[in-house]
């Protein structure tokens, strides 16, 4: 018994230092996806009722000024390309004219966070520490360049529906 036990632990101890080394790395990428979801739909994500005043930031003559949930999007604004103005919905119904986001990428997690609760943005009273540091960690390392699934021209997913 005391064999088995000392063969347990041999084999515990490099296990254990494996798990130690990925952890750090699984938990940033898990924090990276979840701050994916909330970059898409954060109150859906939270599993909250949507806020029911339009985003301050928002234009009021927007196209989505009359669905006031859909303004606290952080894609309605920056783009689900990221580029905001200068992206997919540029010269289209749902340019509202607000940057995007991908000048952040890289950047600080601590920065990013204080211009999610900032004034411009207001952030602070609805997502926790833990959310505003998701959504830093998606907007720091967690942009991909969208050109290479969808056709920017068309807008059209790349690939073989086929396969």
């Given at each position: 018994m005391a064999t088995a036990g000392r063969r347990r632990l041999a084999f515990c101890g490099p296990l254990l230092a494996l798990l130690m080394a990925v952890g750090p790395a699984a938990a940033g990428e898990i924090s990276v996806?979840?701050?994916?979801?909330?970059?898409?739909?954060?109150?859906?994500?939270?599993?909250?009722?949507?806020?029911?005043?339009?985003?301050?930031?928002?234009?009021?003559?927007?196209?989505?000024?009359?669905?006031p949930e859909s303004t606290w999007l952080c894609s309605t604004c920056h783009g689900w390309d990221y580029r905001g103005r200068d992206?997919?919905?540029a010269g289209s119904k749902h340019d509202t004219g607000i940057i995007g986001i991908s000048g952040a990428a890289g950047g600080g997690h601590a920065t990013i966070m204080a211009v999610l609760t900032g004034p411009?943005?207001?952030f602070g009273g609805m997502l926790g520490p833990q959310d505003l540091l998701d959504l830093a960690a998606f907007v720091s390392r967690g942009?991909?360049?969208?050109?290479?699934?969808?056709?920017?021209?068309?807008?059209?997913?790349r690939g073989d529906a086929g396969r």
């Open positions: 996806s979840r701050g994916g979801r909330l970059y898409d739909n954060w109150y859906r994500e939270l599993e909250v009722a949507p806020p029911v005043r339009a985003h301050a930031a928002y234009p009021a003559a927007g196209a989505l000024a009359a669905r992206g997919a919905f411009g943005h207001g942009q991909v360049d969208v050109d290479v699934f969808v056709d920017p021209a068309s807008a059209k997913a």
